[in-house]
């Protein structure tokens, strides 16, 4: 079904965005906010019900022990909602951080003024489950591990299974970040055990962004009342309003939550998680074997790839220059993504989104083109970069 489904293009000459998040949505998600809703009527309030069912359906087995509270705002609200609700104020966190996501998650317990510890990997090498253990063995003072699940800035899918033995072995308790991996790659509560974690409208359910999620055990969520350090972010006080109400407790965005349901409906129509990773694995497939084709490499052995964006090493060659290959690649309809390597320049390319293999291999073709616009002849990486990567190897 996923491979002959049509992909309409974006309409009125949109560009593809290869980003992930926002990225590009059905034509019916952008459709469906073509309507005004009262956020106190029933029927906004069913639509609440209704996206809260099907996400937490995604859970597979074990699912009724858990509850979803959407909250207003981008995917980092939702970090600090979480960490701010599920940590006590005497908690103490191991925040596991390799790249941009997992030091925003450290910001924000040096925000929230609770105490923490990180383990800072660097650009992208993963933590690991052995040295998860080593550190919560020699600290006792920690009570939650915080991991984040794919780490967009490289794309590496992080070894969350490890990561969530380790953490409970030690009998401590797991907050995850699957912002951009929920809804493509499984995290079902029979095979990975967490207390907590959180999502955004905006990445592999393919909504417009505006809110995101936290699924949460129903008795993390009952013990976190008064833990939270701000009104809008306690997860607490507005699962408990919609327990009562069904409503949000704050103006919510309706014509987001409107879109959200119809991509949650377009994501079980195409067969739910298993389908959703399929779709972009075989993207990334296309795009990763066409870029290699050309000379380009790949920052991440394949082990550690993500079917959720991937980060490709800028060619040595002289005549290449990023910015020149964006605007071409911009020209032919597609928005890449500049690279987050503070090492060597690199780009990456999202595979999520409302497109197939089909515009992957356009992707690719536009990537050719551009690079014989540039008279650049081989897109090999420096030997800088090969380095750079033999790190991971070691
Ligand atoms: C997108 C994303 C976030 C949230 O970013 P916002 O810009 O606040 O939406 C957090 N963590 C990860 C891993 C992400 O990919």
Redo the contacts with the bound molecule.
């Keep these: 079904m996923t491979a002959t489904r049509p992909f309409s293009p974006p309409r009125m000459g949109e560009p593809y965005l290869l980003t992930?998040?926002p990225l590009t949505t059905a034509y019916e998600v952008k459709q469906a906010m073509l309507k005004d809703w009262g956020s106190w009527d029933d029927d906004f309030r069913a639509m609440t019900r209704d996206l809260r069912g099907r996400l937490l359906a995604m859970l597979g087995e074990g699912a009724e022990g858990f509850d979803c509270v959407p909250i207003q705002g981008?995917?980092?609200?939702l970090?600090e909602a979480m960490l701010g609700s599920f940590v006590p104020r005497e908690g103490k966190v191991l925040v596991l951080a390799n790249g941009a996501?997992g030091l925003?998650a450290a910001t924000t317990m040096q925000y929230l003024g609770r105490a923490h510890v990180l383990l800072d990997k660097g650009d992208y090498l993963p933590p690991r489950g052995a040295e998860v253990a080593r550190i919560l063995a020699d600290d006792p003072a920690i009570t939650h591990v915080m991991a984040?699940?794919?780490?967009?800035s490289s794309g590496i899918l992080n070894p969350i299974e490890e990561i969530s033995a380790a953490t409970y072995a030690a009998g401590r308790k797991l907050l995850v970040?699957s912002?951009?991996a929920f809804g493509a790659i499984p995290l079902e509560p029979a095979n990975i055990r967490f207390e907590a974690f959180v999502s955004?409208a905006?990445?592999c359910i393919e909504g417009v962004?505006g809110f995101g999620f936290v699924i949460a055990r129903k008795a993390a969520i009952e013990a976190s009342r008064g833990n939270s350090h701000s009104l809008s972010l306690d997860v607490h006080a507005q699962w408990a309003t919609m327990q009562k109400t069904g409503q949000w407790r704050f103006t919510p965005p309706t014509h987001v939550v409107a879109a959200f349901i119809e991509a949650l409906k377009l994501h079980a129509a195409e067969g739910g998680v298993a389908a959703r990773g399929a779709r972009y694995l075989a993207n990334r497939d296309t795009v990763v074997e066409g870029l290699r084709e050309q000379g380009f490499e790949t920052l991440l052995a394949d082990r550690w790839l993500s079917p959720i964006i991937v980060t490709f090493f800028c060619p040595a060659d002289p005549n290449f220059r990023f910015d020149r290959f964006y605007q071409l690649m911009k020209t032919q309809g597609f928005i890449i993504y500049p690279g987050k390597l503070t090492v060597v320049e690199s780009f990456r390319i999202g595979c999520i989104g409302h497109m197939d293999t089909h515009v992957m291999r356009r992707v690719v073709a536009a990537a050719a083109n551009a690079l014989a616009e540039m008279g650049v002849t081989s897109a090999a990486p420096s030997a800088r970069a090969l380095e750079e990567r033999k790190k991971l190897a070691a």
């Design positions: 992930p998040g981008s995917g980092s609200f970090v996501y925003r984040i699940h794919c780490e967009t970040d912002m951009s955004s905006n990445k962004p």
